[in-house]
């Protein structure tokens, strides 16, 4: 496999205090990737520097060995991004939503192909704020899937999700990364990584706790499930 991402020693600090810290990773073509942590640990920051929405106070970090702030173009034509917040304007339909999207790319993909792809071709018509919480979500990564990316960034995903609707979309993702796609998701849901990722990074307070295999994190541990290891890295161990 080849490197798509690479960040380096990458730091972030809001009003003193280090929300991003020393951190550095890669992540390979073709793999689910997952940053793990608690809310507030710095995943969504991450993602932002990552993708150069903000700007690092220290460090660096490149996508295609492009610098993301100074190719941005470039870099959003070959990149799906869906982030915690999408906000949509009121009583837009789905078909709207998705023509909009469209006109941003040379050569976007049929909406039609992605709504069937994610079960939605029956919400064509449907205005968004008519979706439940799971259509929504779906919806989420079809838009993101519009420009054909190669890599699609997915930040907490299901949260809020009943456990039938996030399952629902795991199997979606499962079939995104069957066809070559490389997916870099932020969650704090220990199922959701234990069944899609191929490799994890733990950060808390900013800062990288472990990172490996989904296996290897657990061996590293003194328990055999990743939930009861993830605690433990985490310093809130619970008694047996």
């Given at each position: 496999m080849s490197t798509c991402i690479e960040v380096n020693d990458l730091t972030k600090s809001f009003h003193g205090r280090a929300v991003v810290d020393g951190i550095t990773f890669r992540v390979e073509k073709g793999e689910v990737f997952g940053l793990l942590g608690h809310n507030g640990a710095g995943k969504s920051t991450t993602i932002d520097l990552v993708l150069g929405l903000k700007k690092p106070d220290g460090g660096n970090g490149t996508i295609f060995g492009m610098e993301p702030r100074a190719n941005r173009k470039a870099i959003f034509e070959r990149v799906g991004v869906q982030l915690q917040s999408s906000n949509y304007q009121n009583n837009i339909r789905v078909d709207e939503l998705c023509k909009e999207m469209s006109a941003l790319y040379e050569n976007p993909e049929d909406y039609h192909t992605l709504l069937h792809f994610f079960s939605l071709e029956k919400f064509e018509k449907s205005q968004v704020n008519k979706l439940s919480g799971g259509e929504k979500q779906?919806?989420?990564?079809?838009?993101?899937?519009?420009?054909?990316?190669?890599?699609?960034?997915l930040d907490e995903l299901t949260t809020g999700l009943d456990t039938a609707a996030r399952r629902e979309v795991w199997r979606h993702l499962?079939?995104?990364?069957?066809?070559?796609?490389?997916?870099?998701?932020?969650?704090?849901?220990?199922?959701?990584?234990?069944?899609?990722?191929?490799?994890?990074f733990l950060i808390k307070d900013g800062k990288k706790v472990t990172e490996g295999t989904v296996k290897e994190v657990i061996e590293s541990s003194p328990y055999d499930n990743l939930e009861e290891a993830y605690l433990w890295y985490m310093g809130e161990e619970v008694a047996r």
């Open positions: 779906r919806l989420s990564v079809a838009l993101a899937l519009i420009n054909k990316p190669e890599i699609v960034f499962r079939e995104l990364k069957n066809n070559g796609t490389t997916i870099f998701l932020t969650t704090h849901y220990m199922e959701e990584a234990e069944s899609l990722c191929d490799r994890i």
